[in-house]
C-alpha cells in the first residue's frame, strides 16, 4: 500500500563515524558572496556548519538541514525512502503491515541510520510525506487506457500529461498519479523482467503534513502510522472516488491494441498490400458503426451523385460495395472483444477499488 515515505526527525544525535558528506555554501560567481550557513550539528565538541549534510544510498535517502527558509535555526533530519525499495531492491510489489512494521523499527530503519550516524527513535518521527499506491494489471496494453484520462478536469489541480505513459494533477498538499509502471522502471534501468507488462500504478501522494494529518484521521508520527495502517485503504479509495473515479465516461467505442493486431491478421494472408485493405476495411466499419449503413450508403451515392463523371459515381458505387465485404470481415470480430471507453474505465475503477472477482 506504501511506497515513498518521507520522515522528519525532531530529536536525534549525530554519532561519532558519522558518514555524510558536508555541502559548503553556494558561492555567487558575479558577486563572489557566500550563501547561508548554518550551525548543523555538533560532533566530537565542535559544531559543524554549511549549507547541509546529506547521505544517498540505494535504500535511502538523508538531509540535515534548517526546517525551512521562515526557520532557519531550526535544524532537522530528514530521511526520505521507498518502503518496498527499502526491503527488496525494487519498488514494483507492495508491501504489508507486518512488513511496513519490520521497516518501521529498531532492527529496521533506525538500525540502518545509526550505521550511518544518526541515533534516534524512528517511532516519534513524524510523517512529512506519504505515497499510497495499488498496481493495476490491465487486459490491454497501458496505451489504450491514456484517452481516459485525457478526458478528465479535477477541480483545483493542474494537470501533467508524459507522453501517454503516465497523468498527474496536483496542488501543493496533494497529487493523483497514473502512470505505466513498467515504464517508468524501462525509464530509470530497472530490471522489469517477469513482471506483468501491462501494470497501470494509481497513486495518491499525501505532500504535507498538515494533508497527512487531515486523511488520515491525525496520524502524526510513525507510531501513529503503525498502528493505524487500517485506515490507509479506506483513505486512498475515497481519494480515488473523489478523483479519478468520479466521473462517467462516453459508452463509445474505442481503440484496443489486441483487438487492431487481430483484425490485421484476416487481412495479411490475402495477396497484394494487405495494410491498405485493412486500413480501408477499418475506417468504412467505423462509419457504419457510427452512422448506420443507411447512412453511409447516402453520402456514397451524394458523392456518386456530385461527380460530373458517370465514370467516377460508377467507381465510387464499385468501391462502396467492395468496402462494405472487407468491413464485414471486421465487424465478424465477437464484440466480446471490442470495448468503449466505458468498459476500460469500469475495468479499472473495479480492480483499483478491489470489486473485481
Known amino acids: 500500500m506504501i511506497d515513498t515515505l518521507a520522515l522528519t526527525l525532531m530529536d536525534y544525535v549525530v554519532l561519532p563515524g558519522f558518514d555524510f558528506t ?5 558561492i555567487s560567481t ?5 550563501g547561508a550557513t548554518y550551525p548543523l550539528f555538533r560532533l566530537n565538541g565542535s559544531i559543524i556548519t554549511g549549507s547541509k549534510a546529506y547521505h544517498n544510498s540505494e535504500r535511502f535517502h538523508v538531509d540535515i538541514e534548517p526546517f525551512s ?3 532557519p535555526d531550526l535544524i532537522v533530519c530528514r530521511v526520505h525512502l521507498s518502503v518496498p525499495k527499502f526491503v527488496t ?3 514494483y510489489n507492495l508491501l504489508g503491515h507486518s512488513e511496513l512494521n519490520d521497516v518501521l523499527s529498531a532492527k529496521g530503519l533506525e538500525n540502518e541510520l545509526r550505521a550511518i550516524g544518526i541515533a534516534t527513535n524512528i517511532e516519534t518521527a513524524t510523517l512529512s510525506r506519504l505515497d499510497l499506491t495499488r498496481n493495476v494489471v490491465c487486459a490491454e496494453r497501458c496505451a489504450t487506457y491514456a484517452p481516459l484520462f485525457q478526458l478528465l478536469s479535477m477541480s483545483r489541480t493542474t494537470h501533467a500529461d508524459f507522453g501517454g505513459t503516465g497523468h498527474l494533477w496536483r496542488n501543493g498538499q496533494h497529487q493523483l498519479a497514473v502512470y505505466d509502471k513498467l515504464a517508468e522502471m524501462l525509464n530509470k534501468k530497472m530490471e522489469t523482467s517477469g513482471l506483468p507488462r501491462n501494470t497501470l500504478r494509481f497513486e495518491y501522494r499525501l505532500m504535507r503534513s498538515r494533508k497527512l494529518r487531515a486523511t488520515l484521521l491525525g496520524m502524526t508520527t510513525v507510531a501513529d502510522l503503525k498502528s493505524g495502517y487500517d485506515a490507509l485503504a479506506p483513505a486512498y479509495e475515497k481519494a480515488l472516488c473523489k478523483g479519478i473515479f468520479r466521473y462517467q465516461m462516453p459508452d463509445r467505442a474505442t481503440f484496443s491494441f489486441d483487438a487492431i493486431v487481430s483484425d490485421m491478421k484476416k487481412f495479411q494472408d490475402e495477396p497484394g ?4 485493405r485493412w486500413k480501408d476495411a477499418a475506417f468504412m466499419e467505423l462509419l457504419i458503426s457510427a452512422g448506420g449503413l443507411e447512412g453511409v ?3 456514397m451515392a451524394a458523392a456518386a451523385e456530385v461527380s460530373s463523371s458517370r465514370q467516377v459515381a460508377n467507381k465510387i458505387r464499385r468501391e462502396m460495395d467492395a468496402l462494405r465485404v472487407q468491413a464485414a470481415v471486421i465487424k465478424a470480430v465477437p464484440q466480446s472483444s471490442k470495448k468503449t471507453y466505458k468498459d476500460l474505465f469500469n475495468e479499472l475503477q473495479d480492480k483499483v477499488l478491489l470489486k473485481a472477482a
Open 22 to 26: 558536508l555541502q559548503p555554501p553556494s
Open 30 to 34: 558575479k558577486t563572489g558572496k557566500l
Open 69 to 71: 527558509p521562515d526557520f
Open 89 to 91: 531492491g525494487s519498488n
Open 273 to 276: 498490400y494487405w495494410f491498405k
Open 297 to 299: 450508403e447516402t453520402v
